[in-house]
């Protein structure tokens, strides 16, 4: 994956987005959601017929499960996880990817706007933090990475407000947390008087505070992306279990009533949870992934049986605590993987193909610049253009569409790729059902052939970001509470639902989410 960048132009305003008006406080009801990123429906259901003991099967008989749920388009994890706590699909929403570009912004470190012409990177990753190299993120906690739990509540501080785009109508940078276009399920919540928490993997889910940035009390969000031995938290699967059991332990701490730290005694938040990425990596590394018949291989069956593990102990805190009844627990996942057929992999090196794209056009139009302002390649082609106009689109369209070349497979054996690798190539207003001039949407979406995956590399064997059914097939239980148990449901649902059922089991007002409005997502069948 590369994302290369420049500038370009068009102005268009931020939408606003505010808290709903407080309701009265519910009585004592609990959401824990959790998102094993990377989780397929097929994975949930071979562990669960391998393991019918296991944790995840008791989740499973107890609850609703839905076979047939979709997570958002892209299927990466900012989209993803925005999806499932606002309701919102990113034409809604306003987040595409966790690293995109806007048109209508300046660019970040800009402090005198007059004159500046607009066109900025959307930097939603680590880059953000104070230090990306440290997993407090460069909050300065002695003794880590085991002192972690130490680590603020509010990583919204740690942020560089110089790697942030400036709003133009302001001349001030743009908080995460502002650029979400409508409100998420915490702020509804905490206008009802409700506590609530969340432990992500970079300080940038502040995000998730939504528009009014006071919607998470308590954010857990150790940077993933950090060092650690020979390289991140991600490159080795041992060292993604350690990370993500930092913020198991976090959320036992709050099921026993605590903050994430164990330090402060608050109260059980209302809605809480966290991801994992163990899953994931699995299915990304090396050695990892599935085998010939898409089962999973010893690699990804560990880590399914990691994950089952520390499932199994905040189910046994919950019961601990006399909180089992009173608990309604959602297992999902912010996106899938593909591919799953180790076969159909083929990397490409997106770098060249840009290169010779920026090339032919200044071929075509001497004197012009570079025609892709940002990209954003994973198993998905995401370019937003300096020239928004129909007939820049369409030489885009036809040059990328025009090549051929030799990527790499699974062993990592030469193999051939046909038209970048790519099936079908759209622009991002009709592939995202948005306005001509959207600011945000890529103005040009690549759909690539299935088991095509971006990389300069010969390591990465999955990704997710692409509309394949692997990258959006995903697990879906709710379990417990005011969950049906031992219900499957197969019709086809989608995982933003699940912030307005979030709201229902908390005896709260879907509609009280903007999302929810303008999309008209509807709660989960199945629930009481």
């Known amino acids: ?63 609703v499960d839905y076979s047939h749920a979709k997570t958002t388009l892209p299927s990466d994890s900012f989209p993803g996880m925005v999806g499932q706590l606002t309701g919102g699909n990113p034409a809604t929403t306003g987040i595409y990817y966790d690293a995109t570009y806007n048109h209508a912004l300046l660019p970040a470190g800009t402090t005198n706007c007059a004159g500046v012409k607009p066109g900025a990177v959307v930097d939603l990753t680590e880059d953000l933090d104070k230090d990306k190299t440290a997993l407090d993120a460069g909050q300065g906690l002695a003794g880590l990475p085991n002192s972690i739990l130490g680590m603020t509540g509010t990583p919204q501080t740690l942020i560089q407000q110089s790697a942030l785009p400036v709003d133009p109508a302001t ?10 276009k409508v409100n998420t399920v915490f702020e509804v919540a905490r206008a009802a008087g ?5 432990s992500d993997k970079h300080p940038a889910y502040a995000i ?28 080795d699967n041992t060292a993604t279990r350690q990370y993500d059991h930092y913020k198991v332990l976090a959320v036992r701490n709050e099921i026993a009533g605590y903050d994430h730290s164990g330090a402060t005694r608050v109260g059980t938040p209302a809605i809480f949870g966290l991801n994992f990425q163990t899953v994931s990596t699995a299915q990304k590394l090396p050695g990892g992934g599935y085998r010939a018949d898409g089962t999973p291989g010893p690699l990804l069956s560990s880590a399914l049986d990691w994950v089952n593990g520390e499932i199994g102990s905040l189910t046994a805190a919950l019961a601990q605590r006399h909180l089992t009844d009173r608990t309604t627990i ?7 993987q593909s591919p799953t057929d180790p076969a159909a992999l083929t990397r490409i090196d997106d770098g060249p193909l840009l290169d010779g794209l920026n090339a032919a056009w200044k071929a075509a139009h001497p004197g012009s610049g570079d025609l892709v302002a940002y990209s954003t390649d994973d198993d998905a082609m995401l370019l937003w253009l300096n020239d928004r106009s129909a007939a820049a689109f369409a030489f885009a369209q036809r ?10 497979g699974i062993t990592g054996a030469a193999k051939p790729f046909t038209a970048s690798g790519l099936q079908s190539v759209h622009t991002g207003s009709s592939y995202f059902h948005t306005a001509a001039g959207d600011p945000r949407v890529p103005d040009l979406v690549g759909v690539v052939q299935y088991g095509v995956v971006y990389t300069g590399k010969k390591s990465k064997i999955a990704e997710h970001g692409g509309a394949a059914p692997d990258d959006r097939d995903v697990a879906l239980v709710i379990s417990g509470g005011d969950a049906h148990g031992g219900r499957t449901v197969d019709a086809p649902v989608s995982t933003t639902q699940i912030a307005p059922s979030i709201l229902a089991l908390l005896r709260l007002d879907p509609n009280a989410l903007q999302a929810v409005r303008i999309e008209h997502t509807r709660v989960l069948p199945g629930l009481r």
């Open 330 to 336: 959602i297992l999902s996942a912010k996106h899938g």
């Open 399 to 408: 040059y990328l569409l025009a090549q051929n070349g030799t990527g790499n």
């Open 171 to 180: 001349c001030k940078p743009v908080q995460p947390n502002q650029y979400l």
């Open 194 to 198: 409700l506590r609530t928490a969340w």
């Open 208 to 235: 998730l505070n939504g528009p009014s940035g006071r919607g998470i009390q308590d954010l857990f969000a150790p940077e993933i992306n950090s060092d650690v031995g020979a390289g991140d938290w991600t490159t």
């Open 1 to 63: 994956m590369r994302r290369t960048t420049l500038v370009a132009a068009v102005a268009v305003g931020l939408l606003a987005a505010t808290v709903a008006p407080a309701e009265a406080v519910v009585p004592d009801r609990h959401v824990l959601l959790i998102s094993v990123d990377g989780l397929h429906a097929t994975d949930l259901a071979w562990y669960v017929r391998q393991h019918p003991n296991s944790a995840l099967a008791g989740l499973t008989r107890g609850g």
